[in-house]
């Protein structure tokens, strides 16, 4: 079950080189010895993505990333992974004086996922002891918004690694230690910007048990107005809901950690559905249900010619609200006792 408040910081070590024999995953075990005092004190949750097994095909996606719109399943799990991060560490080689190519791919699949947060590098190499790489890896951070704190770790191999493991030192766990610090710090600082209140953002696996809590509360007026409990969103299960996170697109919104709105949509030919609007009853009448109902519409993919969606045939406040919004009514094809709406795109 996940937790309704999940506080602690989370940091993502992305280890870069892909290749059997790497040292990459020796480098990356030694920042995470190093820092796992620190990392306790600071109540930091450390997470390593090795990209070896995160294993993303060269950038198969065909919309940018900035939409958000992503078709497959790999990108979509990437994206959870560094949206939950609040900090980056990236643990670097360097091919042909520049950062490997597995690294650059990784970067070009996400966009907002890494806006506005902290990274720290770990370079490694021959005589260079990786800093070219480095360098490279960090204009490309920098374009995405994140923010390259100072403190890198640069290694070279022939002096500070010995038999494909770091050589452990009291200096170089000093200087693990304070980055971690810094990371943490400058996090703390960022957090407003990456975390946004109220912020639209794709919901994750984990949301399920307090969607689940959301739509039957939700979902309690549409019972009365309708007079049936014969209602998809109250009956369903927590498994139920997190399947349909998987064919459907959908987006939440929190309030102090709280989760108080959400929305989903998926496509089905010319049409963009867009189902699950649910605000939570303390925060109706705040604009947070039009703000989701159009946020679903500009998620629609190209080629898409309407939006519809369905309520119950007598929730006269839904059918008001979404006739607002443009919507007109029909009757043909909607499930018995619910009605449709449908709106050019
Ligand atoms: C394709 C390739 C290119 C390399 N180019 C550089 C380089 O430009 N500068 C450097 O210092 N080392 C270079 N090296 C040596 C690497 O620093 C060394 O092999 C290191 O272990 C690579 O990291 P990895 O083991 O995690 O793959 C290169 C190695 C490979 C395989």
Redesign the pocket.
């Known amino acids: 079950m996940a937790k309704l408040f999940d506080m602690s910081k989370k940091v993502l070590v992305v280890?870069?080189?892909?290749?059997p024999?790497?040292?990459?995953p020796a480098?990356a075990s030694w920042f995470v010895r190093a820092t796992t005092g620190t990392a306790i004190d600071l109540g930091v949750e450390v997470d390593v993505a090795d990209l070896a097994e995160v294993g993303l095909p060269f950038l198969d996606e065909p919309e940018h990333p900035a939409t958000g719109i992503y078709q497959h399943e790999h990108t979509r799990a990437w994206s959870r992974r560094v949206a939950a991060a609040d900090a980056l560490v990236f643990v670097t080689?360097?091919?042909?004086?520049?950062m490997?190519a597995t690294l650059k791919n990784a970067f070009d699949y996400l966009s907002a996922e890494w806006a506005w947060k902290p990274c720290l590098f770990i370079g490694?190499?021959?005589?260079?002891?990786?800093t070219?790489?480095v360098q490279m890896a960090r204009g490309v951070a920098t374009s995405l918004r994140m923010l390259s704190i100072g403190g890198d770790i640069f290694l070279r191999?022939a002096d500070d690694l010995s038999d494909g493991e770091v050589t452990e030192t009291e200096r170089l766990a000093a200087r693990a230690k304070d980055a971690l610090t810094e990371l943490t710090r400058v996090a703390d600082v960022l957090r407003p910007l990456y975390r946004a209140d109220l912020e639209i953002v794709p919901a994750v696996s984990g949301d399920a048990p307090e969607l689940l809590v959301l739509q039957r509360c939700c979902w309690v007026d549409e019972a009365i107005a309708n007079e049936t409990l014969d209602l998809p969103a109250l009956v369903e299960s927590e498994d139920e809901v997190r399947a349909a996170l998987r064919t459907w697109t959908t987006w939440c919104v929190r309030s102090g950690g709280r989760l108080v709105g959400s929305v989903r949509a998926k496509r089905d030919g010319d049409t963009w559905n867009i189902g699950r609007l649910m605000v939570a009853p303390d925060q109706r009448h705040s604009g947070l249900g039009r703000r989701l109902l159009s946020f679903a519409e500009s998620q629609a993919p190209a080629g898409v010619t309407e939006a519809t969606l369905f309520t119950g045939a007598r929730s006269e406040r839904n059918q008001a609200l979404y006739q607002k919004a443009g919507y007109s009514l029909f009757t043909e094809d909607a499930p018995a006792g619910a009605v449709g709406l449908r709106k050019p795109l």
Request: glycine share 18%.
């Open positions: 280890v870069a080189s892909t290749r024999g790497r040292l990459g480098v080689s360097e091919y042909n004086f520049a490997p490694y190499g021959n005589t260079s002891a990786g070219r790489g191999i």
